[in-house]
């Protein structure tokens, strides 16, 4: 008897402990989602100005709102009837490696509306925005992978 409640015990602590590592990584993520947001609003002069041209200047809205949204998606419980709840960081690699790509594009070959920038390696909340993309990106992708191992993850099965 003596026997059996210690397997039971130790069965619940290892179920436990696989949750609480998962809700301190999507916090992680979290953090840096708002992160990469933070570093966009930052470059762009404020939450109400706008860069030019028009179409870098929408890009930058569009991570701004997809970081917030990228971080509550990682901070609420992910409902059973909206689809797989590993989206979550896959939305997170995208938040993190569009940016990356486009920033390193727009200082190797140039963006269209802004040759200014070839070059300018030495903008510092630029680097600080590759800094915590490349988090981004290295966290979720390990956590997508670690979530493939997992089956009850990729059914929908809400956690």
Known sequence: MAQQTMTG?????????GAAPEAGMRIVGALLALGVAA?????QGG????????????????IEVGGVLTALAMLLPWPAGLGRPWLRW???????????????ASRTVGV???PGDVGNWGDWVGTVSLF???????????MLL????????????SY
Do not use: C, M, N
């Open 132 to 142: 915590v993309e490349a988090a981004l990106v290295l966290l979720s992708a390990s």
């Open 47 to 62: 939450v109400t100005a706008f860069t030019s041209p028009d179409w870098i200047g929408w890009g930058y809205r569009l």
């Open 39 to 43: 570093a966009h609003v930052a470059d």
């Open 90 to 104: 896959a939305a997170a690699v995208l938040l993190g490696a569009g940016p990356f790509i486009a920033y390193i």
């Open 9 to 17: 015990r130790a069965g619940l602590a290892t179920a436990s402990a």
């Open 146 to 157: 670690a979530l493939r191992q997992r089956p009850s993850s990729w059914t929908g099965k």
């Open 112 to 114: 269209p509306g802004d």
